[in-house]
């Protein structure tokens, strides 16, 4: 889709603001429908926070193509396109910097941030849509004694996304916990879930470019090297 444009890569600010532009001009959307990326900044960095964390790169025109559900007025013009593929690249390289693209938790009210239209709503939204597109490779790669703490970083990460997931939670598990009181639990874990996550996929993408024939496919455990050949142990290393 973007192979024969010119385009002009822009810092992080300057694509920030451009999205954000747009994203002003934008109707009200349609919240019933779950897989929209929402319409706001903090949807579109959930959605990509998940793209740039694909063990396995997803193509340009298949992480791009939800980003067109977000124009229901106006064809995708060579800026917006530039500012949407920029963001991407720039968030790319500050996730490796641990700058991750994560709204502060600190003075957020949990429960409040379940309701639609809030900013981890949206931010738990658009991961999740995000993580559709990359689940192929993550299922493929991950070790099975690894499955829990992908899992557990999931839980985190698409939590805010919908009440149901407190509910689902609590009910499987006969916990006399409050929805309100694994909410705030959870809003304490999701910054340690967001870097968790990064850094095992990058450990799974240090594994398959350098990796054993067995660690390519993806059967490192908790006490192996850790595929980034610092020499310590997988689990105190990036598994941390």
């Given at each position: 889709?973007?192979?024969?444009?010119?385009?002009?890569?822009?810092?992080?600010?300057?694509?920030?603001?451009?999205?954000?532009?747009?994203?002003?001009?934008?109707?009200?959307?349609?919240?019933?429908?779950?897989?929209?990326?929402?319409?706001?900044?903090?949807?579109i960095d959930g959605y990509l926070f998940a793209i740039c964390q694909a063990p396995i790169a997803i193509s340009v025109s298949d992480w791009l193509e939800p980003f067109t559900q977000l124009m229901p007025r106006v064809e995708p013009t060579l800026n917006l396109i530039n500012a949407v593929l920029s963001y991407q690249l720039q968030m790319e390289k500050r996730c490796q910097q641990q700058r991750y693209p994560l709204p502060k938790v600190d003075d957020l009210d949990a429960v409040e941030q379940i309701k639609p239209g809030s900013i981890l709503n949206d931010w738990s939204l658009g991961?999740?849509?995000?993580?559709?597109?990359?689940?192929?490779?993550?299922?493929?790669?991950?070790?099975?004694?690894?499955?829990?703490?992908?899992?557990?970083?999931?839980?985190?990460?698409?939590?805010?996304a919908t009440?149901?997931?407190?509910?689902?939670?609590?009910?499987?598990?006969?916990?006399?916990?409050?929805?309100?009181?694994?909410?705030?639990?959870?809003?304490?874990?999701?910054?340690?879930?967001?870097?968790?996550?990064?850094?095992?996929?990058?450990?799974?993408?240090?594994?398959?470019?350098?990796?054993?024939?067995?660690q390519r496919q993806g059967k490192v455990g908790r006490n192996d090297p850790c595929p980034c050949g610092s020499g310590k142990k997988y689990k105190q290393c990036c598994l941390q």
């Open positions: 889709m973007t192979e024969d444009l010119n385009l002009k890569n822009l810092d992080f600010a300057q694509a920030r603001n451009l999205l954000n532009e747009w994203l002003q001009q934008q109707p009200e959307e349609d919240r019933s429908e779950p897989t929209l990326i929402p319409a706001s900044l903090a949807g991961f999740s849509i995000g993580y559709r597109l990359a689940e192929d490779s993550w299922q493929h790669l991950i070790p099975a004694e690894l499955q829990s703490e992908l899992d557990s970083q999931l839980f985190a990460l698409r939590f805010f009440p149901d997931h407190a509910r689902q939670f609590l009910a499987k598990r006969n916990s006399a916990m409050r929805p309100d009181q694994l909410a705030d639990e959870v809003i304490k874990q999701l910054p340690k879930a967001v870097d968790l996550h990064a850094r095992l996929s990058m450990s799974l993408r240090v594994m398959l470019e350098s990796g054993t024939p067995e």
